[in-house]
């Protein structure tokens, strides 16, 4: 074998290896861990008990996440993402309600996985970070008063008295 071939075997070898050792290395380095102290105790839980299935890069036992669903990790794609939270709203929300009814951890709920399933802590660290999440909007809600019928007839009377009280024939 020439030189020449050797080496563009080689290449050939090693240039795939290097690229996919990169990609891997790159992917679980993308990760951001949180600033903010609630969302790193979620954080924590979901690193302790999914992302071995549900991480990309730090899978372990499987080649790719299970029901393609590879993010656990990333919390602002989940808190974006309505079909697996629904900020403010634990119960609403799918990735939650998974864990309460007992269908997550996967391999410690259905086949019997020797591993610690996530304990009240740990539910309630999800719980928490999820209303969290919900605060913002609401209080951007309740910053505006609510005007309910009865505000409105108030004003209604409250202008018809101002109308009767004004001098007739006055156009207003
Ligand atoms: C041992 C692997 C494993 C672990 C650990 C695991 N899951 Fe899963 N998960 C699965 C499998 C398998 C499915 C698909 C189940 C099915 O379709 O019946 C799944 C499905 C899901 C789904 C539905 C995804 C969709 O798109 O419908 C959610 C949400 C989920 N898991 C959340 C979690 C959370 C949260 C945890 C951690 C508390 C967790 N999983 C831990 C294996 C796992």
Redesign the pocket.
């Known amino acids: 074998m020439g030189r020449v071939s050797f080496r563009l075997l080689l290449a050939g070898f090693l240039l795939p290896a290097f690229v996919s050792v990169t990609i891997g290395a790159a992917s679980s380095a993308e990760i951001p861990v949180p600033t903010d102290p609630v969302a790193k105790l979620a954080f924590d839980v ?1 690193d302790k ?2 992302s ?3 991480q990309d890069g730090k899978l372990t036992k499987r080649q790719t996440p ?2 393609n ?1 590879g993010n ?1 990790l990333k919390l602002e794609e989940l808190a974006s993402n309505a079909s ?1 939270i629904q900020p403010g709203n634990p119960y609403g929300s ?2 939650f309600k ?2 309460v009814d007992k269908e ?4 410690v709920i259905y086949e019997g996985a020797s591993v610690p399933g ?1 304990s009240e802590a740990d539910v309630k660290a999800l719980e928490t970070w999820i209303q969290s999440l919900g605060t913002s909007k609401v209080a951007g809600c309740t910053a505006r008063p609510f005007v309910g019928n009865k505000d409105i007839v108030n004003l209604i009377a409250a202008d018809l008295e101002n109308r009767s009280s004004a001098p007739r024939g006055r156009a207003i």
Do not use: T, W
């Open positions: 979901l008990h999914c071995r299935c549900h299970a029901k669903f656990v697996m799918k990735l998974q864990i997550m951890p996967y391999d996530p």
